[in-house]
């Protein structure tokens, strides 16, 4: 007998068809995974734990009167868990996140460890400030960096994020027109600008009022021009806007709402797409805050406060919020705070955040500056645009690209559903078989001027295989859906979850979990 005739079969043998279930209704390597509740059990435990010695009641009367039902595992059943779940999140590390004007780019390993040094990552704000000098001096040098990529003289580090910047510009304008007992209160939005623009406004005791959109994504001219007059405070403009288009008029808006008495807060929720290349400072530009996790790839979350640091023109910087740094005249580093507010900061608004809490993010947002130098950084908004113009040029002629014939895009690419008009299906359903494709999907449904949106950012940290990937993905799902809709209208099929009933999830929420035997 040859040795080829021993031994299980080495080829692909035809069967008779696919398993449609398995018995675990696990799939492969994707595992199914109950909740903990459903998986432990309230009789037993993964330790052992001393009984509690009785103690005096405390809590006025408060006190738990009841087992508090926590279900008992094992360590390898909670490792296995935990695990299990994990395999079922998305994340940058493996995958694209094409989310125009949310920015989630690579954040760089080496960002992380210089986070991680114990110089910065074992301070404490309490600490005296004669202990901190280098964090003092990295503050500093990252303000200068910024001062300097954006033509602005200050800038104020405390904000913790996007909207809690655009607060402190906005308060910085409130705080600078009633030192003047300026009673204006309207600020004007146009509706190409970021979404939080019209909330804080309100929030900071402004009348908002909407200036409209041209037919080329920018803001009308005409219309801004003809709005301005003594009543106006402020006007709040995204530049790149959230169509993905640079505003060219900015310059002419700025100087307009300068001479009616106002000011000019720009978000800078896409300065992504212009460091290196454009100074907001030489637009005209009073405020602008920079989110330190779109522009200068710290963390998007999930590593504690977040930052974003509001630049201020030579008119508001007086009202910058306290804490800032400032070196003494013996050399030395140190935050004006309350006690020292009256000689150094006698306009400021204020104080908005108790400390400086987000000090990971600056050593990682510098960290990002200095390893790839001011040429760096300008090649990163240009490589942040050419992506963007690369995914526009690959499918304005399937998808529905409202204003590609405007001229090129920035760093994201805006499209609708409009070319599915027919079929019964939507932004959402595409959004849904991208999961199956591997991918998270594009922002949807904003910016709303455009029905149907589909907002795409590949940033500038995806290779062109990556780009090529997603664009083969996204003609498949058009293609296919153009000619076979209702295949489209139950996506996902393949992820661990199916489609939810969201009108149904909304109204009748399941908020906890309940013993069905109970």
């Not at 000098?133 to 300097?148: N, P, R, Y």
């Not at 509706?191 to 908002?208: I, L």
């Not at 200068?296 to 977040?306: I, Q, W």
């Not at 030579?314 to 004006?336: H, S, Y």
């Amino acid at each position: 007998m040859a040795m080829n005739d021993v031994g299980r079969p080495t080829r692909l043998v035809a069967g008779t068809g696919a398993v449609a279930e398995t018995f675990t209704g696990n799939k492969a390597l994707m595992l199914e995974e109950p909740l903990l509740f459903e998986r432990g059990s309230l009789d037993t435990s993964g330790v052992d734990l001393p009984p509690v010695p009785p103690v005096p009641d405390r809590l006025g009367g408060l006190a738990r009167d009841a087992v508090i039902g926590l279900p008992g595992l094992s360590e390898p059943e909670t490792v296995r868990h935990y695990t299990r779940l994990s395999r079922q999140n998305y994340a940058i590390d493996l995958g694209i996140f094409p989310l125009g004007s949310c920015t989630m780019k690579h954040n760089p390993r080496l960002n992380e460890k210089m986070a991680r040094l114990p110089g910065f990552a074992d301070i404490h704000p309490l600490q005296p400030q004669s202990t901190v000098q280098g964090a003092l001096e990295l503050i500093d040098t990252l303000a200068d960096w910024l001062i300097k990529l954006t033509g602005m003289p200050a800038v104020a580090m405390s904000p913790k994020a996007g909207a809690h910047g655009e607060l402190c510009g906005m308060l910085a304008i409130r705080a600078a027109l009633d030192a003047k007992n300026d009673p204006r209160r309207v600020v004007l939005v146009p509706e190409s600008a970021h979404g939080t623009n019209p909330a804080t406004a309100a929030f900071c005791g402004f009348t908002v009022e909407n200036i409209p959109a041209n037919a080329r994504g920018r803001v009308d001219l005409d219309a801004m021009l003809a709005r301005l007059g003594p009543d106006v405070a402020a006007v709040m403009i995204t530049n790149p806007n959230t169509c993905g288009l640079f505003e060219p008029d900015l310059k002419r808006i700025s100087d307009a709402v300068h001479a009616a008495g106002g000011y000019v807060y720009c978000d800078g929720a896409n300065f992504n797409a212009i460091v290196g290349k454009v100074r907001p400072g030489d637009l005209g530009v009073d405020a602008m805050h920079i989110n330190l996790h779109k522009t200068f790839s710290t963390p998007h979350g999930g590593g504690g406060p977040g930052s974003g640091p509001v630049v201020l023109s030579a008119a508001l910087a007086p009202f910058a919020p306290i804490p800032f740094v400032r070196k003494t005249a013996n050399g030395t580093l140190e935050l004006v705070e309350e006690d020292s507010a009256e000689t150094h900061a006698g306009q400021s608004f204020g104080r908005m955040v108790a400390f400086h809490g987000q000090m990971g993010m600056f050593v990682r947002a510098l960290s990002y500056m200095m390893s790839h130098g001011a040429d760096g950084l300008r090649q990163v908004s240009e490589d942040a645009v050419l992506n963007a113009n690369y995914i526009l040029a690959s499918l304005k002629d399937i998808y529905t690209a409202p204003f590609a014939d405007g001229g090129p895009c920035m760093h994201e690419a805006l499209f609708s559903d409009d070319f599915l008009e027919g079929t019964g299906l939507t932004t959402l359903d595409l959004a849904k078989a991208m999961i199956d494709e591997g991918f998270h999907p594009m922002t949807m449904y904003f910016p709303l001027v455009v029905h149907g949106a589909m907002l795409v950012e590949p940033t500038e940290t995806e290779s062109k295989a990556s780009l090529d990937q997603l664009i083969g993905a996204m003609r498949h799902i058009a293609t296919n859906m153009l000619a076979d809709p209702d295949a489209w209208r139950s996506a996902p099929h393949l992820a661990p979850r199916r489609r939810l009933d969201e009108t149904l999830a909304a109204r009748k929420p399941v908020l906890g979990w309940k013993d069905k035997a109970a």
